[in-house]
Nanobody
């Protein structure tokens, strides 16, 4: 199993940047694909970005392409989400997860363990 702790959220003005971190415990972090997801108030949790175990393959939801970058440091057991040009619609609680499969939807992954507390990102207009 892997346990994950998200951090780095906060309040930022539109156009600003934040870098989220997801620190993992356990020796198997480097063997997992990782994903970032977000849930806005009153909405379902949705997929944001994915990175494979090696860091060489990434995917993004269309709304964040060109603005967000997912990357990882397996030596530090950490995956990051660099968020630039933030928009008010990016406001949500952001979660990371170790993903084993996505099944029929990017937003309904099969994850290792359970969802963490997440980190709140609020973008003001």
């Amino acid at each position: 199993q892997v346990q994950l702790v998200e951090s780095g959220g906060g309040l930022v003005q539109a156009g600003g940047s934040l870098r989220l971190s997801c620190a993992a415990s356990g020796r198997t972090f480097s063997s997992y694909d990782m994903g970032w997801f977000r849930q806005a108030p009153g909405k379902e949790r949705e997929f944001v970005a994915h990175i494979d175990w090696s860091g060489s393959i990434t995917y993004y939801t269309d709304s964040v392409k060109g603005r967000f970058t997912i990357f990882r440091d397996n030596a530090k057991n950490t995956v990051y989400l660099q968020m630039n040009s933030l928009k008010p619609e990016d406001t949500a609680v952001y979660y990371c997860a170790a993903v084993t499969s996505y099944g029929s939807s990017w937003s309904a992954p099969t994850i290792v363990g359970s969802w963490g507390q997440g980190t709140q990102v609020t973008v003001s207009s």
